[in-house]
């Protein structure tokens, strides 16, 4: 699969909050930057709370930026769910619901 960027469409990052053992949030955003070798549409994690990292993920194809409608790839969200130390990927109970 080519990369998008590089044939000039546009790839949109959406930040989430990832839940997280209490005090192992340096070590869960390292772990989930390991595990983004594997998945290319992780672009960064970075501890952001106690108790929570912020991950921003490249948006799923056909995300609706105007209807706000930004889903994470499922991709994605397995590698970070299969993280050691991840307790959940925040949102409403049934998808994971962007920071912004």
């Not at 909050?17 to 594997?38: W, Y």
């Not at 952001?48 to 969200?77: H, N, Q, T, W």
């Amino acid at each position: 699969m080519e990369n998008a960027a590089a044939l000039g469409t546009p790839r949109y990052t959406v930040a989430y909050a990832v839940a997280t053992r209490a005090g192992s949030e340096r070590t869960v955003a390292e772990r989930i930057k390991k595990a983004a070798r594997k998945c290319g549409e992780i672009v960064s994690a970075i501890p952001f709370f106690p108790g929570y990292v912020r991950v921003e993920v490249v948006a799923s194809e056909g995300a609706e930026i105007k209807k706000v409608k930004l889903d994470m790839p499922k991709g994605a969200r397995a590698v970070i769910e299969l993280v050691p130390g991840v307790v959940k990927i925040c949102g409403n109970g049934r998808e994971a619901v962007p920071l912004e």
